[in-house]
């Protein structure tokens, strides 16, 4: 039954791809799908974007385990989506063309900005995409039986087809039938976990604070991490680091205008509010009725409580459907990574620096595909050693970076008159290896008791996510950088881009 699921979503995929294929002829049909989504399939596409493996199995599998600490990644994805709203989107729809270094270019026209906004995407992209790759091996092997390594060649296959072939129009639909998929089952499942409390929040709540180990501290902060600290920095990369992740960036320039570009991102955060106030019937049903002791034996992490509670509810019918919705939401996103990678080194690397821009339409396109296949083999031969490693580490990882390094260029590029590109480079690069080396050395990587982390030892950082140093030292390392390291750049071209930021128009009076 999972198998006939699981065909019949690759199937619809590939449907898809075919159809986008024959619409996918230039350069902006590839990396933007033309601009021609409305705000509303945008909106499901970047809610199907950034519904996660790590939000729909991980979510509800660290409120299963964690209770009240666990629903600190839902409040946080959720709020990010304000930053995203009232800071990023607009501006970045009317300075850029295909990816964050288009807008950041649209003020500094260096090759070196270029260079290094590229090669933060591309790592950013490359974490993230290791992390869904990871997932869908574990799933695959729990659910078909299938070893790791077929299960995670299986998804790299499948997700550089639909880019090469279907570029931004098939990964773009791909997300949204994955999005449709995903609230139809989420809500399904809240709605049998609900009855069972009689439809009832004081009866639900009451039970949960019998109904796991934790007793009365399952509802209350502290029970993952008593470190407020940890708590904080965590919070800070998930609230900022969407707003600085490229897959997501890059949904903006898949519509006409800034207009647009607001409404898809109003209609994301409603769909992706309702889904994350569901995590909390997943997660609460799976500690009920699943139970913690089979949650950690399926899967230490709790990655496996959403599939085993629709087992629990509706048997192996609704467990097929749900591993099978799971299955097609690492295909959606990993896809939009691929994407996300493929945009930023054929456009920024090889059009504008290694062809200085004089690159053909027929040569661009060749080199987004093979750049595809390219990050597509890279991240599964990394995610075939990674198998053991932690899938959050690996998503929070990510965030951290994109807020440490990305967002700080982003708000002084818009904001700031007297940045300049020395600014620019040297901001990127502090809060990206900061954020590298810090993670490096934390206790992600090194714990004292063999077997629990990547490698035994003492961690030299306490931080579990170092976003509450990494953050603010991207921040000031950018400010410096401007101040220290580079003369200002002229008033005419910061006015530009001041009213083509606010206004789309493109040339200023």
Not at 63 to 80: E, H, K, M, P, R
């Amino acid at each position: 039954m999972a198998f006939t699921f699981f065909l019949l979503i690759v199937a619809a995929t590939l449907i898809i791809t075919y159809y986008a294929s024959k619409k996918t002829n230039t350069t902006s049909e590839f990396y933007t799908a033309g601009g021609g989504l409305t705000g509303w399939q945008n909106g499901l596409a970047i809610a199907g974007d950034y519904m996660s493996a790590a939000s729909f199995l991980g979510i509800a599998g660290s409120i299963a385990l964690t209770g009240f600490d666990g629903f600190f990644f839902s409040i946080g994805y959720l709020v990010a989506y304000l930053v995203v709203l009232y800071v990023v989107a607009e501006p970045l729809r009317n300075l850029g063309k295909y990816t964050m270094a288009d807008m950041i270019a649209a003020r500094f026209d260096n090759a070196k900005v270029r260079g290094v906004a590229a090669l933060s995407t591309i790592t950013i992209s490359t974490f993230y995409m290791i992390a869904q790759l990871v997932g869908a091996g574990a799933l695959i092997k729990l659910l078909l039986g299938l070893d790791y390594t077929t299960s995670v060649l299986i998804v790299g296959v499948l997700m550089t087809v639909y880019v090469i072939f279907g570029g931004m129009t098939a990964t773009s639909w791909v997300q949204i039938v994955k999005a449709v998929l995903l609230m139809f089952g989420t809500f399904l499942i809240s709605v049998m976990v609900f009855a069972k409390f009689n439809f009832s929040f004081i009866e639900m709540f009451e039970h949960m604070k019998t109904a796991t180990p934790l007793g009365e501290k399952y509802l209350n902060p502290g029970a993952k991490s008593a470190n407020g600290l940890d708590n904080i920095s965590l919070n800070i990369a998930l609230v900022l680091g969407t707003a600085g992740l490229p897959h997501i960036l890059i949904r903006f320039f898949t519509v006409k205008d800034a207009q647009t570009a607001r409404k898809s991102v109003v209609y994301a955060t409603w769909l992706i509010g309702l889904f994350y106030i569901m995590t909390i019937f997943l997660g609460f049903g799976a500690a009920a009725f699943v139970g913690n002791d089979a949650i950690v034996q399926a899967n230490k992490a709790g990655n496996m409580a959403a599939p085993l509670l629709a087992k629990a509810l509706g048997g192996d019918l609704l467990m097929a459907f749900v591993a099978a919705v799971a299955f097609a939401t690492i295909l959606a996103v990993v896809a939009g990574l691929v994407l996300a990678a493929a945009s930023a080194f054929a456009h920024d690397f090889y059009s504008h620096i290694i062809r200085k821009g004089k690159a053909t339409e027929k040569e661009q396109m060749l080199a987004a595909r093979y750049a595809s296949i390219g990050v597509a083999v890279i991240s599964v031969t990394l995610a075939l050693f990674a198998q053991k490693m932690n899938v959050a580490f690996l998503v929070s990882l990510a965030f951290c970076v994109a807020a440490s390094s990305n967002l700080p260029v982003i708000i002084y590029t818009i904001f700031w008159r007297r940045f300049n590109t020395a600014g620019a480079i040297t901001g990127m690069l502090v809060g990206l290896f900061t954020a590298l080396v810090m993670v490096a050395v934390s206790p992600n990587v090194f714990d004292p008791t063999p077997g629990k982390a990547i490698l035994t030892g003492t961690p030299l950082v306490s931080l579990t996510n170092p976003a509450l140093v990494s953050v603010p030292v991207g921040f000031l390392s950018a400010y410096l950088g401007a101040i220290f390291f580079g003369r200002p750049e002229s008033d005419a071209k910061f006015d530009e881009v001041i009213v083509k930021a606010n206004t789309g128009i493109r040339e200023s009076a």
